[in-house]
T-cell receptor, first 116, second 113 residues
């Protein structure tokens, strides 16, 4: 499968626990994005990487959230001390940015987080 | 701040009908606009990407138009099928500032057999 892959697909955790999600982008893509989507809403931007550099973080990304892309390939998103308000679908997307105009973003299937 | 609105929020049509979904955005300085499809509990599937310099894009039964000056895009679906039932999201990318996509809340389409 050459698309964007996210694991796990579903995660149920108790409030206060830490969780980590993984995203494997399309292999030649240099940009990787994390979004969060709650029920009935469109995805909201969290952060993005250009290769291994984290270039932008949204105000939604509190200090309990951390993201890494250590070798410019896969990325992880960790949420510490989870709260019920963190329950959402976490989506990863990747794109190839070469200075051209086609920057189509491709999304993974998401990780559905439920905090109980 | 870029705001994206999609109307209607939900739409139900009989199979075979042609339909139009609407998307509007407040900041016309966009880099591109992308239409996605999302099935319940799933991720997003890219349908069409329109560059800021383009006026429309077509893929099969889908046609997307872009009027940047008025801040509008439409997604036209011809001869709708029950398999088209899903939520359709539009998203814009700006020229400056944030490199992310700004999404609307989507139109939930139901095609009745």
């Amino acid at each position: 499968d050459t698309g964007v892959s996210q694991n796990p697909r579903h995660k149920i955790t108790k409030r206060g626990q830490n969780v980590t999600f993984r995203c494997d982008p399309i292999s030649e893509h240099n940009r990787l994005y994390w979004y969060r989507q709650t029920l009935g809403q469109g995805p909201e931007f969290l952060t993005y990487f250009q290769n291994e550099a984290q270039l932008e973080k949204s105000r939604l990304l509190s200090d309990r959230f951390s993201a890494e892309r250590p070798k410019g390939s896969f990325s992880t998103l960790e949420i510490q001390r989870t709260e019920q308000g963190d329950s959402a679908m976490y989506l990863c997307a990747s794109s190839l940015e070469t200075g051209g105009t086609n920057t189509e973003a491709f999304f993974g299937q998401g990780t559905r987080l439920t905090v109980v | 701040k870029q705001e994206v609105t999609q109307i209607p929020a939900a739409l139900s049509v009989p199979e075979g009908e042609n339909l139009v979904l609407n998307c509007s955005f407040t900041d016309s300085a966009i880099y591109n606009l992308q239409w996605f499809r999302q099935d319940p509990g799933k991720g997003l599937t890219s349908l069409l990407l329109i560059q800021s310099s383009q006026r429309e894009q077509t893929s099969g039964r889908l046609n997307a138009s872009l009027d940047k000056s008025s801040g509008r895009s439409t997604l036209y679906i011809a001869a709708s099928q029950p398999g088209d039932s899903a939520t359709y999201l539009c998203a814009v990318k700006r020229w400056t500032g944030a490199n992310n996509l700004f999404f609307g809340t989507g139109t939930r389409l139901t095609v009745i057999p």
